[in-house]
């Protein structure tokens, strides 16, 4: 019997982690769905399309309307969504200067998009039989292990994601559908920038390699891309 094909959806999938990920999916004989603000633009998953069962589709994930819908268009079951795409803010933001327009949209995209891709695919979860919510968080949103201070709008989006992931955790186990949070690492991104620690390759391989060794003592808990747990 020939094994199922199995199925990715992943957001912010045009560069970065999220692009590193397509390429290893697909290279693991994985269908995709990245998802992007821009598909016209996104060149390098456009070439990957000519050569994989890669599916590229447009979505901003601050429009519900667009995940709804995404939803309906989207047939088979999905086996893994990781919701990737995210924001950083502005940098080194410190106590008097928040912004209070910038804290909302970074929620908007790091938290409340996160939650409402896995409302809106929990009937692809669900028929996936044992599919798992993979949600890029970051170190920085973990409150124990916050001994500098300042980033209050990034932090604070990525600790209550964590508090998602919780509570996505406990709330769909009985549909055998699992949550984790996963740090990438400082990764040599937009994001990180060109001093970050690890090369997005690696970000990539470490968290797939989690993902793939995933079992039921990980659900609703925090690691990074080399598979150690982290503290909230």
């Not at 599919?131 to 201070?149: C, F, H, T, Y």
């Not at 990764?187 to 989690?210: C, F, H, R, W, Y």
Request: hydrophobic share 45%.
């Amino acid at each position: 019997m020939v094994a199922p094909i199995r199925h990715l959806l992943i957001t912010g999938a045009n560069r970065g982690i999220g692009l590193g990920l397509v390429r290893l999916y697909l290279r693991a004989g994985w269908q995709v769905t990245a998802a992007c603000r821009s598909p016209e633009r996104a060149a390098s998953l456009l070439q990957l399309a000519q050569d994989y069962p890669l599916e590229v589709v447009e979505l901003d994930v601050k429009c519900h309307g667009a995940i709804a819908q995404l939803a309906k268009d989207i047939q088979s079951p999905v086996n893994v969504l990781i919701n990737n795409a995210g924001i950083y803010g502005p940098d080194n933001v410190s106590f008097g200067h928040t912004d209070a327009d910038l804290w909302q949209e970074l929620f908007a995209v790091n938290v409340i998009a996160a939650q409402k891709m896995a409302e809106a695919f929990l009937p692809h979860l669900t028929a996936a039989k044992g599919a798992i919510i993979a949600n890029m968080s970051s170190k920085m949103g973990s409150i124990a292990d916050n001994s500098s201070g300042g980033g209050y709008l990034y932090r604070s989006s990525k600790a209550a994601l964590n508090a998602v992931v919780k509570s996505q955790a406990i709330d769909l186990q009985h549909a055998n559908i699992a949550s984790i949070a996963l740090h990438p690492g400082w990764v040599q991104t937009d994001m990180g920038g060109p001093n970050a620690l690890i090369a997005v390759e690696e970000s990539a391989q470490g968290l797939k390699q989690v993902l793939d060794g995933y079992h039921a003592d990980m659900n609703g808990r925090f690691f990074d891309y080399q598979g150690q747990p982290l503290p909230w």
